[in-house]
């Protein structure tokens, strides 16, 4: 098959960054007008998704709490992930950085959950060692949800009902999305964990579109939902999307919970993982190939099921148990369903090219990314480059070439995407 030529882009997005980001926790925190006495225990919550820099992140927020005379420990926020088990949550956290060594305090994990009060009719609750505390911190990116939108999508407020709900909560606070939407459950939910619960504080991160820390604040619990509101804003507006509209056929070399909770990112791709929210229509991308799953996931191929074409590679490191756990929980089925699958990276993409209808593949309108975390640069189609000559946010980088596919029909892998 006659392939498209390719050509690497830079896309230009808004890049402010945090140049010293222990510093910047510690300002954050010492500025929120805190009530944390020497002594008091407090338990830091820190999730599952790819933040970048969270090991340093969490590692400056502990590092605070010590010198303020306090006791912290850092426990898993998350709900279904890791397999649903203390031991695969722990192994989560040491992947991104976070373990007692590093820290400098106790890890503790636990599944167990305890009742702190109602909220939409239902029971609110509450990761067990976290309740014994004296306080609770929690640090989370905030950033556009991949199921839904709202004011309040994916940050501190997820994290207090999902995150701190543990399992338990995960699936009850998802069939309850069903009847009420997302926003509404995390809304009643978080202010009720806010209204009972312990919580001292929230660090909220904002990152750019390079997969940068571009902001972090702090905030007590008086103002964590005003905080939260107006970073997703900033989030939205710097976050990363992909340079047209709709196009026919989109690479993606790797996708795994480390880039997205959704493994790829719904608001870059177009795809939302949940039909019972609106969502909106752009990219309409007529076919998705995924070609791998990270080693971060674990095995773990939530939204493998918004690809069209895959390969073998991906689906033998599939662990469905835990990609079930987590789809399942999440009443969305259709993320964990496997789509076409090929030996080599050559015939599924060859096959997608295939399926676009009456335009030769070499002058099909084609997307290659690293991942939807990783977007700063991609290759574009030949057929694309007067659209991308049309906009002033896009640098050409090199020439045009074929898509590089090895001896046996493996893409060479993508070398660029972050800056």
């Not at 090991?55 to 303020?68: F, H, Q, S, Y």
């Not at 806010?194 to 504080?201: P, S």
């Amino acid at each position: 098959m006659a392939l498209p030529r390719m050509l690497r882009v830079r896309q230009n997005f808004p890049r402010p960054r945090v140049a010293d980001i222990p510093r910047t926790v510690t300002e954050a925190l010492g500025g929120a007008a805190l009530t944390i006495k020497r002594g008091d225990v407090v338990a830091v919550g820190a999730g599952s998704r790819g933040v970048a820099n969270i090991d340093v992140i969490v590692g400056a927020t502990v590092r605070w709490l010590k010198e303020l005379g306090a006791r912290p420990f850092v426990f898993p926020a998350m709900g279904s992930h890791g397999g649903g088990t203390p031991e695969g949550q722990c192994s989560v956290l040491e992947h991104y950085g976070i373990t007692e060594a590093t820290m400098g305090c106790p890890v503790r994990a636990t599944m167990e959950v305890v009742p702190v009060g109602e909220a939409l009719g239902m029971p609110v609750w509450l990761d067990r060692y976290a309740s014994q505390a004296d306080w609770i911190g929690i640090v989370n990116r905030v950033k556009p949800h991949t199921d839904f939108k709202g004011s309040i999508e994916s940050g501190l407020f997820k994290m207090m009902t999902i995150g701190l709900g543990k399992y338990k909560g995960a699936i009850q606070y998802h069939r309850a999305n069903i009847q009420h939407g997302y926003e509404k459950v995390i809304t009643s939910v978080g202010r009720e964990m806010l209204a009972t619960a312990k919580i001292a504080f929230g660090v909220g991160i904002v990152e750019n579109g390079y997969d940068e820390t571009a902001r972090i604040e702090a905030f007590d619990a008086r103002h964590l939902e005003e905080g939260e509101r107006r970073l997703l804003k900033d989030a939205r507006e710097w976050m990363a999307r992909l340079p047209f509209p709709a196009f026919d056929v989109l690479i993606v070399e790797e996708m795994g919970k480390n880039v997205s909770g959704s493994g790829m990112d719904s608001n870059v791709i177009g795809r939302p993982t949940n039909p019972h929210e609106p969502f909106p229509n752009e990219p309409r991308i007529l076919w998705i190939v995924t070609l791998d799953l990270t080693e971060e996931s674990y095995g773990n191929a939530t939204g493998i099921g918004n690809a069209d074409f895959t390969t073998r590679r991906l689906v033998d490191k599939i662990d469905m148990k835990a990609t079930l756990i987590n789809c399942i929980t999440a009443c969305s089925p259709g993320g964990a369903k496997v789509p076409a699958t090929y030996e080599t990276d050559r015939e599924a993409v060859e096959t997608a090219l295939s399926c676009i209808g009456l335009t030769p593949p070499e002058k099909a309108r084609v997307v290659r990314i690293k991942n939807t975390l990783m977007i700063g640069e991609l290759d574009v189609s030949e057929a694309l480059l007067p659209d991308a000559g049309r906009r002033g946010d896009l640098t050409e980088l090199g020439d045009l070439a074929p898509l590089p596919f090895d001896a046996a029909g493996r893409l060479v892998p993508f070398d660029g995407g972050r800056h």
